[in-house]
């Protein structure tokens, strides 16, 4: 669905959720970006919001007291239901954005030949061969480009990546998809940058972005990769562990202020990823999920 705007094209989101339902909307964020980046005097303004020096000002306005002030518009401008959440005192609008959930509301698929879903968010899921280029909204990128290591994107082949986008009015705590060793974190430096798709068309996420990932030795999987992507301003990743026995459903870690996004890489020769996840994206829609959900399963001769 495309209609014509400034510069030719008008970005209109589309996602499905597992039920099947279909939703095609141009979100504020998506129009605030947009002009952000369809404009020269917009682009010169990024330029600026990510340098560091600016983005840890900004990290210091939201993490001070008085940033509680635009908590109030923030949940009416995005529809948040605050009886989802448990009840506590906000001293920043971080402290707010890295709100609780109230446990019962992200029920976890605790069967074992299961994984779930780390986050809140929008799905894209792609299949792994030596040519892919992933493009999201024409931004490309390779999987040896995303964890900076040719050698260990060979291991993942043929195998699976899922990507998580999440939006601002998203849940922002994560947990491990998965039971296992947990290894030791990598993190990649970058320069901050939404992770916005309407962004794509002029910046490559995550060779922009700071990101932070772990391989997690498994049982029934294989070796999953999880990794979390850093985003506008502060976009800081918060993870709590280093190597650990981890649990399927524990939390893992948060995101502060800006959209984010979490990718996982999966086994094939031992994952089967829902057929819809990948369908869904071959077909040009996000799929909307919540922390919990199944992605995807053991494989056995039965599946």
Same mark, same amino acid.
């Given at each position: 669905?495309?209609?014509?705007?400034?510069?030719?094209?008008?970005?209109?989101?589309?996602?499905?959720?597992?039920?099947?339902?279909?939703?095609?909307?141009?979100?504020?964020?998506?129009?605030?970006?947009?002009?952000?980046?369809?404009?020269?005097?917009?682009?010169?303004?990024?330029?600026?919001?990510?340098?560091?020096?600016?983005?840890?000002?900004?990290?210091?306005?939201?993490?001070?007291?008085?940033?509680?002030?635009?908590?109030?518009?923030?949940?009416?401008?995005?529809?948040?239901?605050?009886?989802?959440?448990?009840?506590?005192?906000?001293?920043?609008?971080?402290?707010?954005?890295?709100?609780?959930?109230?446990?019962?509301?992200?029920?976890?698929?605790?069967?074992?030949?299961? &994984?779930?879903?780390?986050?809140? $968010?929008? !799905?894209?899921?792609?299949?792994?061969?030596?040519? +892919? =280029?992933?493009? %999201?909204? #024409?931004?490309?990128?390779?999987?040896?480009?995303?964890?900076?290591?040719?050698?260990?994107?060979?291991?993942?082949?043929?195998?699976?990546?899922?990507?998580?986008?999440?939006?601002?009015?998203?849940?922002?705590?994560?947990?491990?998809?998965?039971?296992?060793?947990?290894?030791?974190?990598?993190?990649?430096?970058?320069?901050?940058?939404?992770?916005?798709?309407?962004?794509?068309?002029?910046?490559?996420?995550?060779?922009?972005?700071?990101?932070?990932?772990?391989? &997690?030795?498994?049982?029934?999987? $294989?070796? !999953?990769?999880?990794?979390?992507?850093?985003?506008? +301003? =502060?976009?800081? %990743?918060? #993870?709590?562990?280093?190597?650990?026995?981890?649990?399927?459903?524990?939390?893992?870690?948060?995101?502060?202020?800006?959209?984010?996004?979490?990718?996982?890489?999966?086994?094939?020769?031992?994952?089967?990823?829902?057929?819809?996840?990948?369908?869904?994206?071959?077909?040009?829609?996000?799929?909307?999920?919540?922390?919990?959900?199944?992605?995807?399963?053991?494989?056995?001769?039965?599946?």
């Amino acid at each position: 669905m495309v209609n014509i705007n400034i510069e030719g094209i008008e970005y209109i989101m589309k996602y499905i959720d597992l039920e099947g339902n279909k939703i095609e909307k141009d979100t504020k964020q998506d129009r605030l970006l947009r002009e952000i980046y369809t404009s020269s005097i917009g682009r010169g303004i990024m330029k600026l919001l990510v340098n560091p020096t600016v983005s840890n000002l900004g990290g210091m306005l939201l993490n001070s007291r008085l940033s509680t002030l635009l908590i109030p518009s923030f949940i009416k401008k995005n529809g948040i239901n605050m009886d989802n959440y448990a009840e506590q005192y906000y001293n920043s609008y971080n402290d707010f954005f890295m709100r609780q959930i109230k446990k019962e509301l992200r029920p976890i698929d605790e069967r074992e030949d299961t &994984i779930v879903s780390p986050a809140d $968010g929008k !799905v894209s899921a792609y299949q792994i061969s030596d040519k +892919l =280029v992933v493009n %999201i909204k #024409n931004s490309k990128y390779t999987v040896a480009s995303l964890l900076r290591d040719k050698e260990l994107a060979k291991r993942y082949k043929e195998g699976y990546l899922v990507i998580i986008r999440l939006t601002v009015d998203d849940y922002h705590r994560y947990c491990y998809p998965v039971t296992g060793s947990k290894g030791k974190n990598k993190s990649i430096k970058g320069v901050l940058h939404t992770v916005n798709p309407i962004a794509n068309d002029y910046v490559r996420i995550y060779k922009e972005n700071t990101r932070e990932y772990t391989v &997690i030795e498994t049982k029934e999987f $294989g070796d !999953v990769i999880q990794m979390e992507v850093g985003a506008l +301003l =502060v976009g800081k %990743i918060s #993870n709590y562990h280093q190597e650990l026995e981890v649990v399927k459903g524990q939390e893992k870690g948060r995101f502060e202020f800006g959209g984010s996004s979490i990718a996982l890489l999966l086994d094939s020769k031992k994952v089967c990823l829902k057929e819809q996840l990948l369908a869904n994206t071959e077909n040009g829609y996000e799929t909307i999920i919540q922390m919990g959900h199944t992605i995807a399963y053991k494989c056995t001769d039965n599946k």
